[in-house]
């Protein structure tokens, strides 16, 4: 009987959210889409296996590696083609910020027509709402971060959400939710209001 390793829905960016190991399940996963990602250009194979307990999962090499399950919902659609649709916008929607939009290679399941359109052209459709919105309410902070030239702009996963250069330079950038004026930096460990950030800026430049 063909069933999943743990009832978890979503799609796996770290290690908190385990799928299983694929090696002796493999043969039961089919082939349906490879496309081109990312700024290196990797050519990304995608999988998907259908459980008897009502779960699709779908699997992701990269340039012909060995695939690992990145991404498990429980059926939510009467077709195969509907179910795996609904899970790849999910994976994608997840790797955007890292992988960019995916470009059409070939496909058993979708035409690139459909996949221009339906999929990555949906996405692009509901960012750019997105952003016009956010663009329309600037909020002080944002001006905050335009005056000391970090460029802000949309990040168009949510209405208000930005990013921005971080202060502390590098590659990386901060976080900011425009309207409760929070921010934040992984990579720097350094979150807080704007209070917070005009202080850490003077700290950095050397004027504290």
Same mark, same amino acid.
């Given at each position: 009987?063909?069933?999943? !390793?743990?009832?978890?829905?979503?799609?796996?960016?770290?290690?908190?959210?385990?799928?299983?190991?694929?090696?002796?399940?493999?043969?039961?996963?089919? !082939?349906?889409?490879?496309?081109?990602?990312?700024?290196?250009?990797?050519?990304?194979?995608?999988?998907?296996?259908?459980?008897?307990?009502?779960?699709?999962?779908?699997?992701?090499?990269?340039?012909?590696?060995?695939?690992?399950?990145?991404?498990?919902?429980?059926?939510?659609?009467?077709?195969?083609?509907?179910?795996?649709? $609904?899970?790849?916008?999910?994976?994608?929607?997840?790797?955007?910020? !890292?992988?960019?939009?995916?470009? $059409?290679?070939?496909?058993?399941?979708?035409?690139?027509?459909?996949?221009?359109?339906?999929?990555?052209?949906?996405?692009?459709?509901?960012?750019?709402?997105?952003?016009?919105?956010?663009?329309?309410?600037?909020?002080?902070?944002?001006? $905050?971060?335009?005056?000391? =030239?970090?460029?802000?702009?949309?990040?168009?996963?949510?209405? =208000?959400?930005?990013?921005?250069?971080?202060?502390?330079?590098?590659?990386? $950038?901060?976080?900011?939710?425009? =309207?409760?004026?929070?921010?934040?930096?992984?990579?720097?460990?350094?979150?807080?209001?704007?209070?917070?950030?005009?202080?850490?800026?003077?700290?950095?430049?050397?004027?504290?």
């Amino acid at each position: 009987m063909k069933t999943v !390793f743990t009832p978890q829905e979503g799609v796996k960016m770290n290690s908190q959210l385990n799928f299983g190991d694929i090696t002796p399940i493999i043969n039961q996963f089919h !082939f349906f889409l490879e496309t081109t990602e990312t700024m290196w250009d990797l050519d990304i194979q995608y999988y998907y296996r259908i459980t008897d307990d009502h779960f699709i999962q779908i699997a992701v090499s990269v340039d012909g590696t060995d695939p690992k399950i990145l991404a498990q919902y429980k059926l939510r659609n009467s077709s195969i083609k509907e179910n795996v649709q $609904f899970v790849l916008e999910e994976l994608f929607e997840a790797n955007l910020l !890292f992988n960019g939009y995916p470009k $059409f290679n070939k496909s058993e399941l979708f035409s690139k027509q459909e996949f221009e359109i339906d999929i990555v052209g949906k996405m692009k459709r509901e960012k750019q709402q997105i952003k016009d919105e956010t663009l329309s309410k600037e909020t002080p902070i944002i001006a $905050f971060l335009k005056k000391e =030239g970090l460029e802000p702009i949309p990040s168009g996963t949510a209405i =208000g959400s930005w990013m921005a250069k971080c202060p502390n330079g590098g590659k990386h $950038f901060i976080r900011i939710v425009a =309207g409760s004026e929070e921010w934040g930096c992984g990579y720097c460990k350094q979150k807080g209001g704007q209070p917070e950030l005009e202080k850490w800026i003077i700290t950095l430049k050397g004027y504290a």
